[in-house]
């Protein structure tokens, strides 16, 4: 296919700079392991309380030596992002707290955690348990409002302030927030408020750069296994990391008061969780080199992108793209569905998924159910038919799903 060769041919100077990319995390990644002397024992699996897990509590470690900071939260019992990010909003708000987001509503999955809406089972959300919600909007250059920001941090709050931010894009047409930025946004919160704490939702943010937002002052940060950190190769799984108290709180919340972080087994073994942080690099790699070519293949084609092929800095895995229309962001959908290894047969269809506001078409033909680190592509139904497309294994693979995604597009 000639407009996927001839995006290609504009890349190579992306892709280069991707490649880059991909050693110098793969370079901080091999050190880590090292630093830990990881060895074939860690990877045994555990029963029961399972105190003194060895392979549980040096994945944990290894974790934060790789995000740069005292100390992280490894775990298959995490289902999620969300469950992650959910443990860490209950475990730092307080009765009294003060949670102000800074990157407008939080990703549709957390809204009844949050309490923006209620939860259909009635359980408390964080504002219901005694937390004033504040929520800033993007400005109208889609960046973090500053000046608004530290104005209300300037007025103290007695019961201390939490400070939200959402790296990635989720479902907004909006720039990924880059870690220069997080950085001048970290530093300038803390100076309005010293005492604020700063958590991050990291998701699809893991190795798309060379730091993290914890290198640059983020407390405390949270995010999925079956997306970037998971390298496609962790079955299951999300991670909590940060300051050492911090996420001592919040492993309070996971199990129970007293018992923490220090009990937890899995019986089937850490190898999995182990090879997939050390392959992360490569792969996340794999699939920013794949988003960048969606982004040339359609720009070419006249539809809007965000972000753009060749000019914008990416701070997460996922191309948008704009359809305009149900049916081609339906056929683009099923084009992916149709480029997987698993399930290529099955036609995707918009459903009512729980935790979103919108009928949501996921397409995800993938080795781990729904992994988005796996080429996949999921749109909410609604104006102006945005198409979200992430992840993939390998760029050959990005690359043969775009020959295909043309080929029903144009015909
Ligand atoms: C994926 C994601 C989440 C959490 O979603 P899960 O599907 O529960 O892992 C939260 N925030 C952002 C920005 C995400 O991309």
């Known amino acids: 296919?000639?407009?996927?060769?001839?995006a290609e041919n504009r890349l190579s100077v992306q892709f280069r700079a991707?490649?880059?990319?991909?050693?110098?995390?793969?370079?901080?990644v091999l050190s880590a392991f090292r630093a830990h002397r990881v060895e074939g024992r860690h990877f045994a699996g555990s029963t029961g309380y399972a105190y003194g897990d060895i392979g549980r509590d040096t994945l944990d470690a290894l974790y934060a030596t790789v995000l740069g900071c005292e100390a992280a939260l490894v775990r298959p019992h995490i289902v999620s992002g969300t469950h992650a990010l959910s443990l860490c909003l209950y475990g730092l708000c307080r009765r009294g707290t003060r949670l102000l987001s800074l990157t407008g509503t939080p990703y549709d999955t957390l809204m009844a955690t949050?309490?923006?809406?209620?939860d259909e089972n009635g359980i408390e959300s964080v504002m219901e348990n005694g937390v004033t919600y504040v929520e800033l909007p993007l400005n109208a250059d889609r960046q973090v409002d500053l000046d608004a920001a530290c104005a209300v941090l300037r007025q103290r709050h007695d019961g201390g302030t939490v400070v939200y931010l959402q790296r990635s894009?989720?479902?907004?047409?909006?720039?990924?927030?880059?870690?220069?930025?997080?950085?001048?946004?970290i530093a300038a919160v803390k100076q309005a408020d010293p005492e604020c704490v700063v958590l991050v939702d990291n998701c699809y943010g893991e190795f798309?750069?060379?730091?993290?937002?914890?290198?640059v002052g983020a407390d405390l940060i949270a995010g999925s296994l079956i997306k970037n950190p998971g390298g496609g190769i962790a079955p299951t799984g999300g991670y909590i990391a940060g300051r050492k108290h911090l996420v001592e709180r919040v492993q309070y919340r996971m199990t129970a008061p007293g018992i923490g972080a220090e009990v937890g087994s899995w019986p089937s073994g850490y190898q999995s969780f182990y090879q997939g942080l050390f392959l992360a690099p490569h792969t996340v790699g794999e699939s920013l080199k794949g988003a960048v070519l969606a982004a040339a293949v359609f720009e070419a084609l006249g539809y809007p992108v965000m972000p753009a092929a060749t000019t914008a800095a990416r701070s997460d895995i996922t191309q948008s793209i704009e359809f305009g229309a149900q049916e081609p962001l339906l056929r683009f959908c099923r084009a992916i569905q149709a480029a997987s290894p698993v399930d290529g047969h099955v036609v995707p269809e918009p459903w009512p998924m729980p935790g979103y506001q919108h009928d949501v078409v996921m397409a995800a033909g993938t080795f781990v159910q729904g992994a988005s680190i796996e080429l996949s592509a999921d749109a909410p139904i609604k104006?102006?038919?945005?198409?979200?497309?992430?992840?993939?294994?390998?760029?050959?693979?990005?690359?043969?799903?775009?020959?295909m995604v043309l080929t029903e597009l144009l015909k």
Do not use: F
């Not at 949050?114 to 209620?118: D, E, L, Q, S, T």
């Open 383 to 403: 104006q102006p038919y945005i198409g979200y497309l992430q992840g993939g294994l390998t760029y050959q693979h990005c690359a043969l799903a775009m020959m």
């Open 169 to 185: 894009r989720g479902y907004d047409w909006r720039p990924s927030l880059g870690i220069a930025d997080l950085e001048s946004i």
């Open 208 to 215: 798309t750069e060379e730091r993290e937002p914890t290198d």
């Open 18 to 28: 991707i490649e880059k990319l991909q050693l110098h995390n793969q370079a901080k």
């Open 1 to 6: 296919m000639t407009l996927v060769a001839e």
């Open 114 to 118: 949050v309490g923006i809406h209620p």
